[in-house]
């Protein structure tokens, strides 16, 4: 069966996404993208007038915005707690077959404020309060500001992904003896319940 040949766009951000993850954003330079692909500098500088604009190509080529859309509109459950749960589940899923997004995002967050990551949680954030406001229907949440109920699930979800990689190796090899979904549901069952017992909370 005839395989076409990588375009010329595709070769560059194959190449720009190596060089960036390894060099980071201030290190990287069009040059470095244009070897790594085998490429005339002339030809990278065509595409892409500047690595800004260029990082923010990968992150549109590598944005997982459908998946993210989609995992939320089938999240199921019918208390606060199972919508939770299913909810964080499928967003897990979702980054870690998007690895190379979150690498990408971080270095955007570095070298631009995280603009790119902004602008993918408002895009999103329909969905999401979608799935608040059925956790809030059957009164089970305490009086909480929605928006607080919102940064707490998004970092709650970024820190899982993250942790991984911010472990160091002995630790990191010791946490995949036990299943992912284990460590996922404690983390969430530390945001639904706490960490003090209930006669320990003054």
């Known amino acids: 069966m005839f395989k076409r040949p990588p375009e010329t766009r ?40 500047d690595k800004e604009k260029l990082l923010a190509a990968l992150l549109r080529a590598y944005s997982p915005q459908a998946e993210l859309e989609a995992a939320l509109d089938a999240v199921q459950g019918e208390s606060a707690a199972d919508l939770l749960r299913d909810m964080m589940h499928r967003l897990v899923a979702v980054a870690q077959r998007h690895e190379a997004f979150f690498e990408l995002a971080l270095i955007d967050a570095q070298s631009n404020g995280g603009t790119f990551l902004s602008n993918l949680s408002a895009a999103i954030l329909p969905k999401a309060n979608q799935i608040l406001s059925r956790m809030k229907a059957n009164g089970e949440l305490r009086p909480v500001l929605d ?40 983390m969430i069952d530390l945001l639904l319940y706490g960490l003090l017992e209930d006669d320990a909370r003054g």
């Open 147 to 186: 928006a607080v109920i919102g940064r707490t699930l998004i970092a709650l979800w970024i820190g899982y992904v993250v942790s991984e990689r911010a472990l160091p190796q002995a630790a990191r090899l010791a946490s995949r003896l036990l299943p992912q979904k284990l460590w996922l549901d404690g």
């Open 10 to 49: 595709e070769l560059i951000l194959a190449a720009a996404r190596e060089v960036f993850v390894q060099n980071g954003y201030a290190e990287t330079s069009l040059e470095q993208v244009a070897r790594r692909a085998n490429l005339d500098p002339t030809e990278v500088a065509r595409h892409y007038s």
